[in-house]
């Protein structure tokens, strides 16, 4: 066909005669004008712009400043252009019923549509480089355009034309349009004066922009990266060169910090508290959140509803194609439409014929689609911002609570700490989670209401039975759902006991291995895991069934629906109505099975509201005078220093430097000089913790400033509630606490129980101050603290607290010391600082701490003691008896004043005396023993630490590559083979059945949805026929047809739903068979580990792989792998449908294809990295609020509220921006897999129009099409599940890494039968050149030993620290590499016996007493075979008979988790009846005295002397002094067997080692 402008089918086209205006195709030339005006004038000055920026596009973001009616403006260009794409499109359309070409009713449109594209392109590069001026072109494109419009307009007005026509209707909306954006310029004009003004305003860039550390963009980027998350491309696409970190992150924009949102919630807050208390009610909640953060979430809805709407443009638009391409043959579609419009010569046409054509309707469902998902992200994106702001200011607002909580409410137990947790880990984030869900409240049932409407339009009648189908099954979601929280619940009360056993076994190994009772902890555990596996089934069975409802439900919708309307329908069911109502279907489903969990989360909503509206009114501590002065910095406070919370968090300066502009006042003065001689005075105090009952009654007193006060009495008589009493801890009842001028901001407080924060040792001494070297070293001095920090791996840099390196009572004590010494204060109070110091420790603090160090500074101290032989140090004494005051004065007015007092005291120091002599070489070996603890628990870090570190250096040598590359291929691959290995410890046959379920399910599913083409296909062409044919022999045949059809779709429905069932609970079973043998296997391996293992494997890391990591592979990964399987399957069998149907679409699937694997690679990596870093923000969060609650007196107590205020915003925020990118970057995939989907279903919609035209059948097209728009649905879950399992799978990764240990050889040589059954009878001991080393890469521990010992010898062994004293005795057991030599005992070379025979015939007392929870019984004789009789013979011989009598229960008396409620040394009597029970003829002893006190001692002595009298004791001496008495003694140097004689016989060798080492242990 010819081309021409104004076609040349018309002779008139050209002329102009009636006048200019009135040529309809000169009208649209005079439209061209201002388009190409506009390019012509844009595109040098882009080109020139983008060239000066050359290569480097990176504008600095302070440039990023919208000008006035920014997002109006980007509206309205998006509409402008769809209008001109509806333009183009009936253009076209028109002018394919003229008979020649007429450019002139597209080419305008098309080349407005490029216009605009350029003038939005052009706008955003003027924005960001800020240069106005430019924007004056702008403003001419829309005067000129707005215009020529109207003149358009105005002529189809004159020749009658009206809204009638599309094209009037069209050239109107334009029109407005242009009128519009032309108002948006006037007003850029206005506001900015950059032109026609003598004065242009000047502009800053909002705050957040000028601040560098801002790098989370979405508030201020334009509209369309917004919708896209376009900004997001270079931290995920950075991310896989380099892992995304809290730096490159950055902070919260000020709008969505913690602190701004606080002020919101509380203003909120507080209004709804002044209407309450108004109405005597308590304040809602539920009213603050709506009208704080309301706003947004009606924006969100707004758009939810928006893409609810359009949602069901893919039914009706999928209606209409079929309609259409099912009516092509018939024959009142041949007739050509030959209807030209008077005056104007050209094809006017109306808009119910422009979307009769396909491609129409195929273009609008595409655009349908994008705005769809468009919508919806922008509605989960703003619900999911809104949340966390809500959550912050939740947050913040529990924070503010728990440091103004009366301290009665947490000691009185009316507020735990578990409830304070709770609130902080569990409601917020309740409250957080239904906010997400909150819009699908009300959005819901307009949904369903909706798709209920048109399915009625469509089916009638037989569709309400498909809706009821599906509304009565939703209610069983609801219920399954109920079920699953529940069985999650009994769950994690299974796991936590299995956890506890495991932590038993695992710190009593070592004990377990020497004993050989590792089978019976062993199936202990096994005996719990099987009822926890029990549980996890019932949890799999409702899973499982909680995924077919949602796959079945759909399935019997359609099939109650289809049959009922195939018997009760006159009509035939034609494609159109079918294939649209099954994706209507479809689109039903969602919300139903949502609601159940919408439902959920509403009631655990409203708990979590009632938990926090309890908390927020619970009681607070009292306000007294000094209470209210300048120096209480409360949140609000930020608002008036802003710069303080925008400041970039410095993370290479301690956060002391940042926070001065915090901090009070007074805390940066210098000491006032002294004037007065009280510094704090109590008159007529009457005390209580929250009950009306006074604790403290009548105190009247007063503390003697810059003097030593000491606070003495018998424990509970109030002495440390008077302390609180004075800091304003306790209520008043009564009487005055008064404090001399600005004192009582200059205290520091030392609490009875040691506080820590989760920081390092520097950290927690210093306490906000500044660091002062000469200060902090004094202070370190004094505590006794400096041969503690030398052990630490990082000195005093190391982390302690919960989170931390563990410590001791007494080294927690002295760090707590130091930090209430090191402030520099007016007043230091201590309660009872020596409680868990021994006394050396306790003297050289009392002397060098509190005499000279705080008394040189002239300081007021006030100390809490028991120990009465201080009293001499105090320049004032107060005596405290039952709550009162007993005697206040020096010592001397007490000695005076009150005799029988002073008498008392004497005679309890005396007595302290005594106690003291005992305990003098108790107390060294103490504070060694913590040493020496802490020392063993950092050995095994650091051994592992280089462990791994030799690990990370052989991975780096494996490739010469660059590291770079290396790294990004390591971090983007998905780990096919620790998957292999997951899927196969399922089993094989699990392992089939779930591949070959889930192929059969979703081929079913296909042959459903394909005997649905073919069906309604062959009834279309049926009743098309009978209507051409007045033949009835065709009308005869349809009900026989009909039932061919019906039954064949029946049956199919039928077997899919089974396979649903089939395909979901298989998934579950091999989930569960996969959890069951990884956890069997690793169990065993770890037990049968040598030890060796566990001295190189902290012991947090095992615990690891049994708690966390087995939760994962438990509950996590099968539901994973479920939801990965299904939506893959799906994507996979939706694109071979469509290509089946349409083989032109592989084409297209190619580019598809790749630009999908890059946006699935670049997601996974950043995914995995945003994750890691909103997991490892969030612990310490919660460690920062419990540490609070924890440390509530001692915060108050130094006034640091404001610092710890500042500091729970800072980690507030830092979390929250990591959750913000981590959802930001899930919107930015699904954003980027709906719109490839979007294109899928254009490309499928348009290669079946064309395809459909060689004579497929309709109802083939229909299953394409439908087919295509499940994609856009399961194409983003396909790469979320992948991410998720990459993840999940990294705890097979590390289950795995254990299972490869090896085990020790349990096997033995030799036979059983060989062994006699008593033996060893004699113990005799031959030791033959024997040398022992840990491990074959270690060097020997013991060379060459030779030694003998002859039945019943008592035998000592000794030498210094790493000698090789304990080796020996672990070479008894073959716990160590005997690698040459061997040891014989009683005729046995002991390496041919299996280890359980060996080591169950000896017996062994170790260093450390190790009890296990249970009861007495089984600690003595875990077997189970020994009487009662023989037990208590034991219990006598360890001199524990009478106490365990006196015990509830006897034998069966309870013994909690590692004996903690005996004694230290009642637990090493214990293991000596454990080795008396075993009658064994060997008992090795291993340093067994080293941790106890001397009567233990010599009980222990006594007992080995008299009851194994007969048998042969070897003894590894830590003090010399305890194997004076062996008949034989050897003496190891370096692994060497130095000396070996009698006791005696050494000592009378003056030059004898032995003799040099009883010298040096006194």
Not at 23 to 39: E, I, K, M, R, T
Not at 966 to 995: A, D, E, H, N, Q
Request: glycine share 6%; aromatic share 10%; hydrophobic share 45%.
């Amino acid at each position: 066909m010819p081309l021409s402008f104004c076609g040349n089918d018309n002779a008139s086209a050209y002329s102009v005669d009636d006048g200019v205006l009135d040529n309809g195709c000169f009208v649209d030339a005079l439209n061209l004008v201002p388009h190409v005006f506009l390019l012509f004038i844009t595109f040098p000055i882009l080109f020139i712009g983008w060239g000066s920026q050359s290569s480097k596009v990176q504008i600095h973001h302070n440039t990023w400043l919208h000008f006035p009616g920014h997002n109006m403006r980007w509206i309205l260009t998006f509409t402008l252009l769809f209008v001109h794409v509806c333009e183009t499109a009936e253009g076209i359309v028109s002018d394919g019923y003229m008979k020649s070409r007429h450019l002139h009713l597209f080419l305008p449109a098309f080349m407005g549509f490029i216009a605009s594209t350029t003038s939005v392109v052009y706008y955003h590069n003027i924005e960001t480089s800020n240069f106005p001026k430019l924007l004056l072109a702008l403003f001419i494109y829309w005067v000129l355009a707005f215009i020529t419009k109207t003149i358009k307009l105005v002529k189809y007005y004159e020749h009658n034309f009206g809204i009638q026509h599309l094209r009037f209707c069209i050239t109107a909306m334009l029109v407005i349009l242009y009128g519009l954006l032309m108002a948006v310029e006037i007003n850029v004009i206005r506001v900015r004066r950059y032109v026609f003004f003598a004065n242009p305003q000047k502009v800053k860039p909002p705050e957040d922009l000028q601040d560098l550390g801002v790098r989370f963009l979405q508030p201020f980027v334009n509209l369309l990266s917004k919708a896209t998350y376009w900004w997001m491309n270079p931290l995920i696409i950075g991310a896989h060169k380099r892992p995304i970190d809290l730096k490159k992150i950055g902070k919260l924009p000020i709008a969505m910090r913690a602190l701004t949102n606080y002020i919101r919630l509380k203003d909120a807050y507080e209004e709804q508290r002044m209407v309450a208390d108004q109405a005597d009610k308590s304040p809602s909640i539920w009213r603050s959140m709506y009208h704080a953060f309301g706003r947004p979430i009606l924006l969100s809805s707004t758009f939810r509803y928006l893409a609810d709407l359009l949602g069901f443009a893919g039914p009706l638009c999928i209606y209409c194609i079929l309609m259409r391409l099912g009516g092509r043959n018939s024959p009142e579609s041949s007739e050509q439409k030959n209807v030209t419009a008077s005056g104007l010569d050209v094809d006017f046409l109306s808009s119910h014929e422009l979307l009769e054509n396909t491609s129409v309707l195929a273009v609008l469902l595409f655009l349908a689609l994008i705005l769809q998902r468009t919508f919806l992200q922008a509605s989960y994106y703003v619900t999911i911002e809104t949340g966390i702001n809500l959550r912050g200011a939740l947050l913040a607002m529990i924070y503010n609570k728990i440091l103004r909580l009366s301290t009665s409410n947490m000691s009185m137990g009316e507020m735990t700490l578990g409830q304070i947790n709770n609130l902080v880990a569990i409601e917020t984030n309740q409250l957080m989670w239904f906010l997400f869900l909150c819009p699908n409240l009300w959005a819901m049932p307009v949904q369903i209401i909706m798709g209920v409407i048109l399915l009625h339009y469509l089916l009638g009648f037989s569709a309400l039975i498909g809706a009821c189908v599906i509304v009565l099954l939703a209610p069983i979601q609801y219920f399954i759902a109920t079920k699953l929280a529940d069985a999650q619940k009994s769950t994690l009360d299974y796991s936590t006991d299995r956890l506890k056993k495991t932590n038993e076994i695992l710190k009593g190994i070592k004990l377990l291995k020497l004993y050989a009772w590792e089978n019976i902890f062993c199936s202990s555990v096994e005996e719990t895991r099987v009822k926890e596996l029990t549980s996890l089934k019932t949890f799999a069975l409702y899973t499982s069934l909680s995924i077919f409802m949602n796959a079945a439900i759909p399935i019997a919708a359609v099939l109650a629906t289809f049959v009922t309307h195939a018997y009760t329908s006159n009509t035939e069911l034609s494609p159109a109505v079918a294939f649209a109502s099954l994706a209507l279907f479809h689109i039903l489903v969602t919300p139903l099975f949502l609601l159940s969990t919408v439902v959920r989360f509403a009631v655990k909503a409203i708990v979590s509201v009632q938990k926090l509206g309890e908390f927020l009114l619970s009681d607070e501590i009292g306000d007294d005078s000094w209470r209210n002065g300048e120096t209480l910095v409360s949140l609000e406070s930020c608002k008036k220093h802003p710069g303080a919370h925008t400041k970039a968090i410095n993370r290479k300066q301690p956060l002391r430097y940042q926070l001065d502009s915090f901090e009070q006042p007074s805390r940066r003065q210098p000491r006032p000089t002294e004037t007065e001689d009280i510094a704090v005075k109590v008159n007529n105090g009457f005390f209580s913790w929250g009950s009306n009952m006074a604790t403290l009654s009548d105190i009247n007193m007063r503390i003697p400033t810059g003097q030593l006060t000491m606070i003495v009495g018998q424990v509970g008589c109030g002495k440390s509630s008077l302390l609180l009493a004075m800091l304003g801890e306790m209520q008043a009842i009564g009487g005055k606490v008064h404090w001399s001028n600005k004192n009582r901001n200059s205290v520091a407080y030392a609490a009875q129980k040691s506080w820590l924060l989760n920081a390092t040792v520097e950290e927690n001494i210093t306490f906000g101050n500044p660091f002062n070297k000469q200060r902090y070293k004094a202070v370190i001095d004094t505590c006794s603290l400096q041969p503690d920090i030398d052990l630490l791996p990082f000195g005093d840099q190391t982390e302690i607290g919960e989170r931390g390196i563990n410590l001791s009572g007494g080294q927690r004590q002295r760090i707590c010391v130091a930090r209430a010494l090191y402030q520099n204060t007016n007043i230091v109070f201590l309660d009872d600082p020596f409680s868990a110091l021994d006394i050396h420790l306790s003297d050289h603090l009392m002397q060098e701490g509190i005499l000279k160090f705080l008394q040189d500074d002239k300081r007021t101290v006030v100390l809490v003691t028991h120990k009465l032989q201080y009293l001499i140090h105090a320049d004032w004494i107060i005596a405290m008896k039952d709550g009162t005051l007993l005697r206040e004065g020096t010592l001397k007015d007490i000695q005076n004043n009150d005799v029988e007092l002073y008498e008392h005291w004497k005679t309890l120091m005396n007595r302290q005396d005594q106690e003291l002599e005992k305990d003098t070489d108790v107390a060294d070996g103490q504070t060694a023993l913590e040493r020496k603890n802490l020392r063993r628990a950092l050995y095994s870090r650091e051994a592992k630490s280089q462990i791994d570190d030799e690990d990370e250096e052989e991975e780096e040598e494996e490739d010469d590559e660059d590291t770079m590359s290396m790294m990004t291929s390591r971090r983007s691959k998905i780990p096919w083979r620790v998957c292999w290995k997951y899927l196969t410890s399922g089993g094989f046959v699990l392992l089939f059945m779930m591949i070959f379920s889930k192929l059969l399910k979703h081929s079913v599913i296909v042959a459903i949805d394909y005997w649905l083409a073919t069906w309604t296909s062959r009834a279309q062409n049926t009743s098309v026929s009978a209507n051409s044919s007045a033949n009835g022999m065709l009308t005869d045949m349809v009900p026989f047809d009909l039932s061919y059809y019906t039954t064949g779709f029946s049956i199919l429905c039928s077997s899919g739903i089974v396979l649903c069932l089939i395909a979901s609970l298989t998934v579950e079973w091999m989930g569960l068979s996969a959890a069951r043998n990884l956890h069997h296997n690793l169990l065993n391996k770890i037990i049968l580990a040598p030890i060796r293992f566990f001295d190189i494997t902290p012991l947090g890391q095992i615990l690891n792989r049994f708690s966390a990591d087995t939760n994962i592979i438990d509950q996590h990964i099968p539901p994973t792998l479920e939801s990965l399987t299904r939506s893959t399957l799906l994507c996979l069998s939706a694109i071979g449908v469509i290509a089946f149907v349409t083989p032109v679409f592989l084409i297209a699937m190619l580019p598809l294809g790749v630009a999908f694997y890059f946006i699935q690679k670049y997601f996974r990596v950043a995914s995995k990295d945003l994750q890691d870093l909103d997991d490892s923000t969030q612990l310490p969060l919660l460690c920062h609020f419990s540490e609070t609650a924890e440390g509530l007196t001692t915060i108050r107590a130094f006034r640091h509220e404001a610092r710890f205020k500042q500091r729970m915003l800072e980690l507030t925020d830092t979390n929250n921006v990591a959750y913000l990118f981590l959802s930001a970057a899930n919107r930015w995939l699904e954003v980027r897999t709906d719109y490839l989907g979007a294109v899928i279903v254009l490309t499928a919609a348009v290669a079946s129009i064309y395809t459909s035209e060689n004579g497929v059948q309709s109802g083939l097209v229909g299953l394409g099409l439908t087919y295509a728009l499940t994609v856009t649905n399961y194409l983003n879950w396909v790469v979320r599940s992948l991410a998720d399992l990459e993840v999940q799978m990294g705890a097979v990764k590390k289950v795995n890494d254990f299972l490869s240990t090896e085990s020790e050889n349990y096997e033995g040589s030799i036979d059983l039968s060989q062994v006699p059954e008593d033996w060893p009878q004699q113990g005799e001991i031959k030791i033959q050149g024997l040398s022992v080393r840990y491990d074959s890469i270690l060097k020997p521990v013991l060379k060459h030993v030779n030694a003998y010992i002859n039945p019943g010898q008592k035998v000592g062994i000794c030498g210094r620290t790493g000698s090789g004293k304990s080796s020996l005795s672990l070479a008894f057991f073959r716990m160590v590499d005997m690698f040459e030599g061997k040891i014989i005992i009683d005729g046995i070379d002991i390496s041919k016996l299996p280890l359980p025979t060996l080591r169950s015939r000896l017996s062994i007392i170790l260093q450390d007493p190790v009890l296990f929870s249970g009861s007495i019984r089984f600690n003595l004789d875990p077997e189970r075979t020994c009487t009662d009789d023989r037990l208590w013979e034991a219990l006598e011989i360890a001199q524990l008979k009478n106490m365990v009598k006196s015990l509830p229960g006897g034998l069966d008396a309870v013994v909690t988790e590692g004996g903690e409620n005996f004694s230290v040394g009642q637990r090493q009597l214990f293991c000596l009846a454990r080795a008396f029970v075993r009658k064994s003829s060997i008992l090795i002893m291993d340093e067994a005295t080293a941790s106890i006190d001397m009567a233990t001692e010599n009980i222990l002595q006594k007992v080995v002397m008299t009851a194994f009298a007969d048998r042969t004791v070897v003894t590894i001496a830590h003090r010399v002094s305890s194997i004076m008495e062996a008949e034989q003694v050897l003496v190891f140097c370096e692994g060497i067997l130095v000396e070996c004689d009698s006791a005696s016989s050494l000592l009378s060798q003056d030059d004898s080692l032995f003799t040099l080492l009883v010298k040096t242990h006194k």
